[in-house]
């Protein structure tokens, strides 16, 4: 069992930063590997990144390779996803999730959390 909670969204200009967070609960989080999803209105929700349970691999969306960075700390239970320069296009809802695999497919991802708005005005 875990519940995740995202938090850090917010209204930017472009080209600003901005640091997502993600609370997870129980003592197992370190055996998860965890990421992050989006969404934008009227799409559907993509892959965005994923780091493995102990922090040493990620793996990221072309989009935004170079300008995002997934990290995690497994003593406080938090995931974290920094977002540098960001874009219009970078307007979606941030999901938080957590999956046993190695994935980027929705379905292989067992846990969600309620997202966060990123909002990116030109």
């Known amino acids: 069992q875990v519940q995740l909670v995202e938090s850090g969204g917010g209204l930017v200009q472009a080209g600003a930063s901005l640091r997502l967070s993600c609370a997870a609960s129980?003592?197992?989080?370190?055996?998860?590997?965890m990421g992050w999803f989006r969404q934008a209105p009227g799409k559907e929700r993509e892959f965005v990144t994923l780091?493995?349970?102990?922090?040493?691999?990620?793996f990221y969306t072309d989009f935004v390779k170079g300008r995002f960075t997934v990290s995690r700390d497994n003593a406080k239970n938090m995931l974290y996803l920094q977002m540098n320069n960001l874009k219009p296009e970078d307007a979606d809802v941030y999901y938080c999730?957590?999956?046993?695999?190695?994935?980027?497919?929705?379905?292989?991802?067992?846990?969600w959390g309620q997202g966060t708005q990123v909002t990116v005005s030109s």
């Open positions: 999730v957590a999956t046993t695999g190695w994935s980027t497919e929705i379905r292989d991802y067992a846990y």
């Open positions: 780091i493995s349970w102990n922090g040493a691999n990620s």
């Open positions: 129980g003592r197992s989080f370190s055996g998860y590997n």
